[in-house]
């Protein structure tokens, strides 16, 4: 006759193994459900942030239960106990634990969960400004994945937007600095070129009177007074308490005067 799983036995021993691991798990008496008694003890593990016991629960029923109804949310599970370990190994565990919960299950309900994990997997490794930027990029690209597949009002909504927010801030400060060195050393196409990358990907940018004061500045001194006035003219029209208005008020009416001439 055909089982449909493992033996009582076989769970009591698999529990055991967890419990020999050093993470003092208890064994569970031997049942039918047996399955929703691993997921238990896992998800108990993780509210103690005693990652590695919990993952070795979660991991007896990925690997032993095909047919559990816990199997998907333990696969989750095994993602966000190597995200809660933090360290960069780690995180490459949890990014593959978590997009083959995207390729095996694409239509799950928890698909978007998944989709979430991995933008935030990649938004704990963004590094400082003036560093690389290439896990901002890639916690963008993941933020902006999520919104285009899933309808506003769905849960983690707020969440995606607030972290791909601050995700774009991040990447906008880098290109800030790299543009003020620009700007510093009258390298004006440079400096044109990050301003602009800030305007496009970082809308909500807190320094934006600056942006377009030094954005319009470089593009003046290159003799684009065309497209520079307009600059000046925003920071008079929407930043009246800003350090930079009155000197774009002087800007203005220079680049005015030539034209009229």
């Known amino acids: 006759m055909m089982r449909r799983g493992p033996t009582a036995a076989a769970v009591a021993l698999a529990v055991f193994a967890v419990a020999c691991g050093g993470n003092e798990a208890q ?3 031997p049942q039918l459900e047996a399955d929703r008694i691993l997921f238990e003890r896992g998800t108990d593990a993780m509210e103690e942030e005693n990652w590695a016991t919990a993952r070795e629960y979660f991991i007896q029923i990925r690997d032993n239960y095909p047919q559990s109804p816990f199997r998907a949310d333990a696969r989750l ?4 106990t190597y995200e809660g370990e933090g ?3 780690s995180y490459v565990q949890a ?3 978590f997009n083959d919960f995207l390729n095996l299950y694409p239509t799950h309900p928890r698909a978007a969960y998944a989709q979430f994990k991995v933008g935030m997997v990649h938004f704990h490794q963004m590094r400082t400004p003036e560093r690389d930027q290439t896990e901002t990029i890639n916690a963008i690209r993941e933020f902006e994945a999520f919104i285009a597949q ?3 009002a769905h849960e983690l909504m707020p969440q995606v937007e607030e972290r791909a927010r601050e995700a774009r801030d991040r990447l906008g400060e880098h290109h800030f600095l790299v543009g003020q060195f620009y700007h510093r050393f009258k390298s004006w196409a440079g400096a044109i070129s990050r301003f602009r990358e800030v305007l496009d990907n ?3 940018f807190s320094s ?13 001194s290159t003799g684009q007074t065309a497209e520079a006035i307009p600059y000046f003219a925003r920071i008079i ?3 009246t308490e800003s350090e930079y208005a009155e000197q774009a008020r002087m800007k203005l009416a220079e680049l005015e005067a030539t034209q009229d001439q």
Request: net charge negative; no cysteine; charged share 30%.
């Open 95 to 97: 990014l593959n634990e």
């Open 208 to 220: 934006r009177d600056e942006v377009f004061f030094l954005l319009a500045d470089a593009l003046a």
């Open 77 to 80: 599970f095994i993602g966000d």
């Open 27 to 29: 064994i569970p008496v």
């Open 237 to 239: 029209d929407e930043f």
């Open 150 to 152: 899933y309808p506003p």
């Open 202 to 204: 970082a809308p909500d």
């Open 87 to 89: 360290s960069a190994e």
